[in-house]
């Protein structure tokens, strides 16, 4: 079975602070996607990232950076220098593969960023 | 582009009624996923459509619910008779292809009361 694990319900963190959001997935498929959602207060899902099985190189967009480690089933999401505009609840999520295409996720974890 | 539309943005309605929940995925995307959120779980999966065709409609949680994509295009998705336990938030989400990302839409929020 596929599982997502956010264990972290709710951080908060003052502007300026470093953040990770944890993200643990169970799958016995050997090749997978993982993804990142944040959802603003406004409520849409907005895609942040993809990534591969096949692709364990961390990866850095901006303030917000990625790594993965398959050693430890994990997809962790960090935010450098944290914005106010970061507030939101962000997702992981899991789809597995061959022929499956939906996507498994978390529960979320809400992020408030304190100015 | 226009990203995925959902209408109606929010939905209050009693016990036993009907509702139809709408979505418009990307322009071009033969691939149409309803998700949902009850209560503050995880995102759950319901069905994906290829087209008109239902692809994978394993995660509907009964036959209270239908769900249509008439031509390709567009889809709704229809709760009747309402219970209590469906009320949460529901996402569409819509990819070129299954292998590509799905996008998804600012989802509607059902309160049934």
């Known amino acids: 079975a596929q599982k997502v694990t956010q264990a972290q319900t709710e951080i908060s963190v003052v502007e300026k602070e470093d953040v990770t959001l944890d993200c643990v997935y169970e799958?016995?498929?050997?090749?997978?996607?993982l993804f990142w959602y944040k959802q603003p207060p406004s409520g849409e899902l907005v895609f942040l990232i993809r990534r591969n099985s096949f692709d364990e190189q961390n990866e850095i967009s901006g303030r917000y950076s990625w790594n993965f480690q398959k050693s430890t089933s994990s997809f962790n999401f960090t935010i450098t220098a944290s914005q106010v505009v970061d507030s939101a609840v962000y997702f992981c999520?899991?789809?597995?593969?061959?022929?499956?295409?939906?996507?498994?996720f978390g529960t979320g974890t809400r992020l408030k960023v304190l100015a | 582009e226009a990203g995925v539309t959902q209408f109606p943005s929010h939905s209050v309605i009693e016990k036993g009624q009907t509702v139809t929940l709408r979505c418009d995925p990307i322009?071009?995307?033969?691939?149409l996923y309803w998700y949902r959120r009850v209560m503050g779980k995880e995102i759950k999966f319901l069905l994906h459509?290829?087209?008109?065709?239902?692809?994978?409609e394993s995660g509907m949680p009964n036959n209270r619910f239908l769900a249509e994509r008439t031509g390709g295009t567009y889809s709704t998705l229809k709760v009747q008779p309402a219970e209590l336990e469906d009320s949460g938030v529901y996402f569409c989400?819509?990819?070129?292809?299954?292998?590509?990302?799905?996008?998804f839409g600012p989802g509607t929020r059902l309160l049934v009361l």
């Open positions: 799958t016995r498929d050997t090749t997978y996607y």
């Open positions: 322009s071009g995307h033969d691939n």
């Open positions: 999520a899991l789809r597995g593969d061959p022929g499956t295409y939906k996507y498994i």
């Open positions: 989400a819509s990819s070129f292809s299954v292998q590509e990302t799905q996008y």
């Open positions: 459509f290829v087209k008109e065709s239902k692809q994978d």
